[in-house]
Each structure stands twice: as structure tokens, then as C-alpha cells.
Antibody, heavy 123, light 108 residues
Framework: QLQLQESGPGLVKPSETLSLTCTVSGDSIGSSGHYWGWVRQPPGKGLEWIGSIYYSGNTYYSPSLKSRLTISLDTAKNQFSLKLNSVTATDTAVYYC???????????????WGQGTLVTVSS | EIVLTQSPGTLSLSPGERATLSCRASQSVSSSYLAWYQQQPGQAPRLLIYCASSRATGIPDRFSGSGSGTDFTLTISRLEPEDFAVYYC?????????FGGGTKVEIK
């Protein structure tokens, strides 16, 4: 059974780097042919796609976050990570990691999500 | 970027009633690459529908999706108590992927 679990600091100071890791069990991130990505949700608001990484290592970022964002894979640990630089209060959100699988036409959609972790940006 | 507008913002219905949720795109969604998710308070989104009308594994058949181009609909034929939640549409065929703002289905 697939499980995704986010981990990382719950509080980050403004201008610093937000770092999160998603640990995957029940699937191999380096060989499954899926995308692995991040979505966030500010408190009381809707969902925002952040970015994804393919099992081969190719990345795909939101244009609005691209200049501050790095997503990477650690296939040995079956984990993928998010780093968001120069954070401000507007980056406060629940951050979800998710697997994106391919539909019959070859396009990828999120089918499984982690439980989410709240990251607050505050001094 | 494709903007998805969901309506209504809130839908007040009673158990057993039919719910019809709308998702309208600012431009055509490629080949109906649209998904629907349900989110309960404090929980992660749960996949209901992909490719506009394909039910995900384990999703009851009271949930159905339809539409193409710029207009999509999620229908819940008979609301069960566990169906009261927030629903999001998500287009994944155009870059970047985007989500709608959500429709809350609440108990009347």
C-alpha cells in the first residue's frame, strides 16, 4: 500500500529556506515511471501546485515559484525533497507531497497524497 | 495559465439530495484532462475522478464526472453524510497545472 509522509520544520523565519522531505513507501520513486510533486494550501484557502520531479530527475516548477524552488530525488532513501528560498509570510501553508500517475493518454494527475504538514513563516 | 472557476462557492443540501458542482475553465482543457478531489476538514485531498469522467479506484458510483472543453460537472447522485466536504477541480493537461477555488457542500 502506497504511503507518503512529509517531514520538516513547522516554523521557518522570513528570508530563510523552507525544506521538506517526503518519504515514500509502497512504490519506488526511481523506477516507477511516475512524477512526484508538491502542492500547498494556505490556511482556509485553496490548493496551489508547486512543482514535480520525474523519476528520471527532470523537474517541472510553477512559474510563480520557479526562481526560489528546488525539488530533488534521493532514490537510495526513496525520498524526494522541496527547498523554497527567501520565504515570506505568504508561504505559510499546509504542504502536501503527492504522486502523479499517468492516465491512458499519457498525462499525469495526482492520485495519492501525504497527510500534509503545516509550515508557518514567522519571526 | 488556465484559471478554473468553481460554482457555487457553497452548496447547502440535505442527505439524499443530488449535488451538481460546476468547474469552468478560462480556456479549453486539453483532451478533458480534468480531475476532481474531495477534501474533508484537516485531511488531504482524495481523488474522485480523472480524465473528466473516469472514477478512481474505490470511488462509489454515486459520483460521476462529465464535460469537455471549458465546462465540467461533478454530480453526486444521492448525498451520503460522508459526502459533505469541499470539492476541487484540477486541470493537468496544460502547463502549469491549476486547481479551482473549491465548492463546499454543506448540510442544509
Amino acid at each position: 500500500q502506497l504511503q507518503l509522509q512529509e517531514s520538516g520544520p513547522g516554523l521557518v523565519k522570513p528570508s530563510e529556506t523552507l525544506s521538506l522531505t517526503c518519504t515514500v513507501s509502497g512504490d519506488s520513486i526511481g523506477s516507477s515511471g511516475h512524477y512526484w510533486g508538491w502542492v500547498r494550501q494556505p490556511p482556509g484557502k485553496g490548493l496551489e501546485w508547486i512543482g514535480s520531479i520525474y523519476y528520471s530527475g527532470n523537474t517541472y516548477y510553477s512559474p510563480s515559484l520557479k526562481s526560489r524552488l528546488t525539488i530533488s530525488l534521493d532514490t537510495a532513501k526513496n525520498q524526494f525533497s522541496l527547498k523554497l528560498n527567501s520565504v515570506t509570510a505568504t508561504d505559510t501553508a499546509v504542504y502536501y507531497c503527492a504522486r502523479r500517475i499517468k492516465d491512458s493518454n499519457g498525462y499525469f494527475y495526482p492520485d495519492s497524497w501525504g497527510q500534509g504538514t503545516l509550515v508557518t513563516v514567522s519571526s | 495559465e488556465i484559471v478554473l472557476t468553481q460554482s457555487p462557492g457553497t452548496l447547502s443540501l440535505s442527505p439524499g439530495e443530488r449535488a451538481t458542482l460546476s468547474c469552468r475553465a478560462s480556456q479549453s482543457v486539453s483532451s478533458s484532462y480534468l480531475a476532481w478531489y474531495q477534501q474533508q476538514p484537516g485531511q488531504a485531498p482524495r481523488l474522485l475522478i480523472y480524465c473528466a469522467s473516469s472514477r478512481a479506484t474505490g470511488i462509489p458510483d454515486r459520483f460521476s464526472g462529465s464535460g469537455s472543453g471549458t465546462d465540467f460537472t461533478l454530480t453526486i447522485s444521492r448525498l451520503e453524510p460522508e459526502d459533505f466536504a469541499v470539492y476541487y477541480c484540477h486541470q493537468y493537461g496544460n502547463s502549469p497545472p491549476t486547481f479551482g477555488g473549491g465548492t463546499k457542500v454543506e448540510i442544509k
